[in-house]
């Protein structure tokens, strides 16, 4: 007779088990993941992605996978539809910094409110790099911005809500 193959003791999104997300390994801590909130060690997290035209109207660019790693920010598309965050603003940082893509540099305005990080032109560089990357909906810059949000701001991926780009002043 064949014995039968072991079967793992432990099939729940506890510690000792990790979920595959879109090809990025998600670290999961099973007290605070059964509580429903964000764990904080959280690698990949899905949000939704918006842009703010001139005339204060909001357009969903869509939901991605933001992937943190040590020294970039990576997103792709998410087969997941979130809904644009309402939670109320619970803490304020800002930060002024220059982005770089492969379209050119500008000079941004990163914000977070506690939920929604907003991204905000302060040059026409930075204008011009918005609008030029709408056709690929930002999201090198979004990756560039996300990154500085992580490593200058102090934000973490379980801290956002949803993700913004204006396309003018606030």
Do not use: C
Request: charged fraction near 30%.
């Amino acid at each position: 007779m064949t014995p039968m193959p072991e079967t793992p003791e432990n099939m729940s999104n506890t510690p000792e088990n990790t979920t595959e997300t879109t090809g990025h390994k998600t670290v999961w801590d099973g007290d605070r993941d059964r509580g429903g909130d964000r764990p904080e060690d959280k690698r990949v997290v899905t949000l939704p992605f918006f842009k703010v035209l001139e005339d204060k109207t909001t357009h969903r660019y869509g939901t991605y996978d933001v992937a943190k790693r040590t020294t970039e920010v990576k997103i792709a598309p998410s087969a997941q539809v979130l809904p644009e965050p309402n939670q109320p603003a619970t803490q304020y940082r800002e930060l002024d910094t220059e982005l770089t893509t492969d379209k050119g540099t500008g000079e941004f305005t990163l914000k977070y409110n506690g939920s929604r990080f907003t991204i905000l032109p302060d040059d026409d560089a930075a204008a011009h790099l918005i609008v030029v990357g709408d056709e690929t909906k930002n999201r090198d810059l979004f990756e560039k911005a996300l990154h500085v949000a992580f490593t200058k701001m102090g934000l973490e991926v379980a801290n956002l809500d949803g993700v913004y780009i204006h396309f003018g002043k606030e």
